[in-house]
């Protein structure tokens, strides 16, 4: 039972344009949101946050965006640069536990 | 200078065999996870420890077994090893249930291939 989607396998974008992530959950329970990245043969790398309590997150050319109502969270990257190219996963937890419910991932690729 | 810090990166053993992988973080935090990355790329938590207490277990076969000798390491002892756990083990970290902004760091993995 998945609890957070992604369901887009993969994203393709231009050097400078916008690329945006999608994710999707079911649990109402989950209160805390978080996007990591991951290159290959390393572990994931905690990008960006957001908490229930927001609807957005900015932290320089990334933004996190949360639609409760949708249960639905998207990440921007703006503008997106060749070295952003990895795979994204979603991750979401409750009660701000350390239990993270991780999506599948999409991985991103930046063409210059 | 590395965070989280697991070994080994690679594993390669026979069916039946017993395996250790190691993980030592040197961020301070008092919180250690275990994860599994399957075939379908799925990133799934087994384990938790936090001040060497047991707070997350999951629906684990029972040959997995984790030891946190401190809070500083936590490490997973397979027996019996069995060609479905051929996956990537991800070692993570953090600071306590509660802290807001306060995310999971990872280590590199440990690719372990069962023959």
Not at chain 2, 19 to 43: A, R
Not at chain 2, 53 to 72: C, Y
Request: overall charge positive; glycine content about 6%; proline content about 4%.
């Amino acid at each position: 039972d998945q609890q957070v989607k992604q369901n887009s396998p993969s994203l393709s974008v231009q050097e400078g344009r916008i690329s945006i992530l999608n994710c999707d959950y079911t649990n109402s329970m989950f209160d805390y949101f978080l996007w990591y990245k991951k290159y290959p043969a390393e572990g994931p790398t905690f990008l960006i946050s957001i908490s229930s309590i927001k609807d957005k997150n900015e932290d320089g050319r990334f933004t996190v965006f949360l639609n409760k109502s949708a249960k639905h969270l998207s990440l921007h990257i703006v503008p997106s640069q060749p070295g952003d190219s990895a795979v994204y996963f979603c991750a979401a937890s409750a009660e701000y536990g350390n239990k993270l419910v991780f999506g599948a991932g999409t991985i991103l690729r930046v063409k210059s | 200078d590395t965070a989280v810090s697991q070994t080994p990166k690679y594993l390669v053993t026979q069916m039946g065999n017993d395996k250790s992988i190691k993980c030592e973080q040197n961020l301070g935090h008092d919180t250690m996870y275990w994860y599994k990355q399957d075939s379908k790329k799925f990133l799934k938590i087994m384990f938790s420890y936090n001040n060497k207490e047991l707070i997350i277990n999951e629906t684990v076969p029972n040959r997995f077994s984790p030891k946190s000798p401190d809070k500083a390491h936590l490490n997973l002892h397979i027996n019996s090893l069995e060609l479905g756990d051929s996956a990537v083990y991800f070692c993570a970290s953090s600071h306590s249930r509660g802290v807001v902004d306060q995310p999971q760091h990872f280590g590199d993995g440990t690719r372990l291939s069962i023959l």
